[in-house]
């Protein structure tokens, strides 16, 4: 675990943003560097999270954790299929492939998500917003969580979708089917998450001054009964009002309905899984205004093949859908038909979840 260091802000840095004062004073090397720490949860302002834009204050205290320098990975073009559903001057809307990794790291070089931008689109077209190593990524999915993304080929159209995103304008929605019969037919977890320090790549529910607001609320579509080997399933409606690492799959844990395939933070013997060999969750809607524009775009999603074949196996077992499951089903059959293009829609049109 890196250290945790005290800065003092000076008068020099007051009313200068958090990640500005942290590279002004040289606690970290650059303002994309500190701006990486403050969202990852590792910088604490007066003993509390807090925005990246935040301004400080003189005398205000920093905890912060000390800079380490990070393997340079070197990024490239590869060209790797891209479904694009949307695309204009400003914004690219993807249905991301399962096992499609957002960014490079060092522990992952190439074939992600940010090499198939570069190559489509040149490293001087795509936004910056999230770094110099991460162009055109606005928001990001788990590698094997497919659906639909938003990419930015600009900043300002970038900073304006993150913008939405803090602000909760963007409707992002995921299917997921989870273990067990989830008894309500709504429901709300709001949960704080930490990084579980203990294992580095896992999530947890935490008390903790490092955890993050999380909150994402639930519709049921379709319960299924029991079986010999199983204690029954659920296909949920899942809708993120923020979008911390791993939030719904950490949710739908900490609520005893772990998600189908879950490698991390599933629970269940091989023969629950459904023969899946990764987590059964799929961005199937995103509803956004244009950055510039102001026009509201809504995109729905049909379901992957392998997803599809699991829900398949369940048919003769479901003990029915809800009405929010009809309205679902609906939509997904229309995508399939359409092949995922857009609908335009007045954002009054639209209701929480």
């Known amino acids: 675990m890196a250290r945790q260091l005290l800065h003092i802000v000076t008068e020099e840095e007051a009313g200068m943003r958090l990640d500005a004062a942290l590279a002004f004073s040289g606690c970290y090397p650059s303002r994309n560097a500190a701006a990486k720490r403050i969202e990852n949860g590792a910088v604490f302002l007066n003993g509390q999270t807090s925005q990246k834009r935040t301004p400080v204050q003189a005398g205000d205290t920093v905890v912060y954790e000390e800079y380490v320098e990070q393997d340079i990975v070197a990024l490239y073009g590869q060209e790797i299929p891209l479904d694009i559903r949307y695309e204009d001057d400003e914004i690219i809307v993807i249905a991301k492939q399962r096992g499609l990794i957002c960014h490079p790291s060092h522990n992952h070089a190439d074939q992600t998500l940010v090499n198939a931008l570069i190559h489509r689109y040149g490293h001087q077209n795509l936004a910056h917003v999230q770094g110099e190593d991460r162009p055109g990524i606005v928001h990001r999915l788990d590698g094997d969580t497919s659906g639909l993304m938003i990419c930015a080929k600009d900043d300002e159209a970038g900073d304006a979708m993150q913008f939405a995103i803090r602000m909760k304008n963007v409707d992002r929605r995921y299917l997921a089917l989870v273990h067990g019969m989830i008894a309500a037919d709504t429901g709300e977890i709001d949960a704080p998450i930490a990084r579980n320090h203990k294992t580095g790549s896992t999530m947890r529910i935490s008390g903790d001054a490092s955890a993050r607001e999380a909150l994402t609320s639930f519709r049921v579509l379709e319960r299924f009964e029991a079986g010999n080997r199983d204690d029954g399933y659920t296909l949920v409606e899942c809708k993120l009002f923020t979008g911390r690492t791993h939030q719904i799959r950490v949710h739908m844990q900490y609520i005893h309905h772990c998600i189908v395939g879950d490698p991390l933070y599933g629970s269940h013997g091989p023969h629950a899984q459904l023969k899946l060999d990764r987590q059964f969750l799929?961005?199937?809607?995103?509803?956004?205004?244009?950055?510039s524009t102001g026009e509201y775009l809504e995109f729905t999603d049909y379901l992957p093949d392998d997803?599809?074949?699991?829900?398949?196996?369940?048919?003769?077992?479901?003990i029915g859908r809800t009405p929010a499951g009809e309205e679902v089903m609906a939509a997904l059959q229309a995508a399939s038909e359409a092949g995922g293009l857009l609908t335009r829609?007045?954002?009054?049109?639209?209701t929480e979840s």
């Open 282 to 291: 799929h961005s199937y809607r995103l509803g956004f205004a244009h950055p």
């Open 307 to 318: 997803l599809q074949a699991a829900l398949d196996k369940l048919d003769d077992r479901s």
């Open 345 to 350: 829609e007045e954002p009054d049109a639209h």
